[in-house]
């Protein structure tokens, strides 16, 4: 998307019932890895995508997989492989929004947690995509239930999540049970060795399509970043920086059509005087809308990376990324729409928590730290209100304003009504600032969620950015809570429970498997899953006090290493939580070994103790991505 790259969607071979889709959801250009991997995948070539969330990345392989899909065969076509549920439902939702003026087209997510019934019914409507999770995968090919043989196309997204779940085996299962001549497509935002084996296992010559990043220098600008998700939260995060930071003029970047307009107004009825500037606008009033930026008849413009190319406007001196870009070129070259002629400048990227990933890399290519900001408080909002209400009383004061008339009116009523001047100009104040009080109201209370309401949080499902207009930021994600703290910590072990499960070393059964099984099978989210303990044939798992029923009783039928764990509770048996212990107890239930007490990494990411008692899966430190 930078001032080099001119493809367009147009350009791309895409069949017009996609183009047609693609419009309604105000994508105006294709993201770098778009343009690469678009005609790659068309062609019938296997890619690999260096790439993570926020690039564009589900577009890159649902749009040309779409439109190499033949709708009269009765078949799943595609399979994609997601790590966890939440990216199953959005990756077919994308698959959805892309191919709404398709006829004859299903898609259809299948996922743990999700009753059997639904995907078998689900599943002889015949979609020709199947967006699923390895384990459930698995269990349908298991069952017989899905039919894999005329898979013509293979997408793992998110592969080292999908390693570092531990479903790599379940990977290559079903990767072996695909037909020998297939495309595939993996993406990955790293490449450990697993998924390097795995590419030269399954993959056909396969191009690597990494977007490259240059390095620029941002010297004159502030770069400042602000984690925030959810579409409510970032229209209110967006006044409250308009409310507190100072500036002349403001350019602030949208990443679709449809937003630059939906944000235009929503500003405009907040009393801003704003306006969209995007490619759905003639030539003629594109430039009315720069002139009156310009000329300060605007003060903000949202627009899109193509409408903003190029735009010289000196009197920007703050830049809003509302929406993270898709590439470092992009995010530089936005940025630099501020800080021009050797003025100061300063930016504001939101980015949503899933999205950090692609901080690292805007700070390589700027060579510059992005500083972390707070949402700007109610009391900021209050300080700043209170000052400029005084700024503008200084200056009617110092001003030419002849106020005689007014002083007289006011020691007249101060008379008349008997109350002081004080009170007079208190009550005059109070009527000034009607419109927009001067005080914020106070802040709903925060409350802590119950693990109910915050696995029913991660079941919601979510639009996507363009689709439908809502952004994927909206819901927390796997690994993340924001209710608490940015880092998202751990429970204490007070609030842990100890469960046994029946299936062990003897299984086969590793640290990881169950952690994968739980996550996905049972939708908790890994960072509520505590310390885990392999015995030889069973294991002990610390779990969330209070969980609900019906998710204990969902637990009972999950299968790890074809055993069924059925899950029950350990009374008297107190959580370790964060605790590290200096040695493991010892486990009655198996002979002592000559086990080595050293520590080493799991491929979950989490640190495993050997020990002779068990194996340990100690609380994972939290993940910072
Ligand atoms: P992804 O990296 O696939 O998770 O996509 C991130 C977000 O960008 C999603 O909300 C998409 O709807 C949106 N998106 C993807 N491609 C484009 C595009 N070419 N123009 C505008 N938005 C896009």
Known sequence: MSDTSPVQFTDLNLPEPILKALNDLGYETPSPIQAECIPLLQNGGDVLGMAQTGTGKTAAFALPLLSNIDTALTKPQILVLAP?????????????????????????????????????????????????????????????????????????????????????????????????????????????????????????DPTAVKIATKTSTVENIEQKCLIIGGLQAKLDGLTRILETEDYDGVIIFARTKTMTVELAEKLEARGYSAAALNGDLNQAMRERTVSRLKSGQLDIVIATDVAARGLDVPRIDLVINYDIPTDTESYVHRIGRTGRAGRKGTAILFAAPRERRLLKAIERATRQPLTMMELPSRDDVTKKRIASFRDDIVKMLAGDENLDFYKNLTAQLSEELEVSELDLASALLFMAQKEKPLVLPPEAPRRERSFREEDRGRNDRNDRGGDRGRDRGDRPERGERPDRGERGERRPAAEMEVFRIEVGRTDGV????????????????????????????????????????????????????????????????????????????????????????????????????????????????????
Do not use: W
């Open 84 to 204: 966890t549920r939440e990216l199953a439902i959005q990756v077919a939702e994308a698959f959805q929004a892309y191919s709404r003026h398709m006829r004859g087209f299903h898609v259809l997510p299948i996922y743990g947690g999700q009753s059997y019934p639904i995907q078998l019914k689900a599943l002889k409507r015949n979609p020709q995509v199947i967006v699923g999770t390895p384990g459930r995968v698995i269990d349908h090919i298991n069952r017989g239930t899905l039919d894999l043989s005329g898979i013509k196309a293979l997408v793992l997204d998110e592969a080292d999540e999908m390693l570092r779940m531990g479903f790599i085996d379940d990977v290559e299962s079903i990767l072996s049970k695909t037909p020998e001549k297939r495309q595939m497509a993996l993406f990955s935002a790293t490449m450990p060795d697993e998924i390097r084996r795995i590419t030269k296992r399954f993959m056909t």
């Open 510 to 625: 590793q640290v990881k498997n169950i952690v994968g099984a739980i996550a996905n099978e049972a939708n908790i989210n890994s960072r509520n899953i505590g310390g885990i303990r392999l015995h030889d044939d069973y294991s002990t798992i610390e779990l969330p006090k209070g969980m609900p029923s019906e998710q204990l009783q969902q637990l009972q039928q999950v299968y790890v290493c074809n055993k069924a764990l059925r899950m029950s509770k350990l009374e008297g048996v107190a959580a370790e939580g964060r605790q590290e212990r200096s040695s493991a107890p010892r486990d009655n239930d198996r002979p002592a070994r000559d086990g080595h007490r050293g520590q080493r990494r799991d491929t979950t990411g989490g640190e495993r103790r050997e020990s002779t008692g068990g194996e340990e899966r100690r609380p994972r430190r939290p993940r910072r991505d």
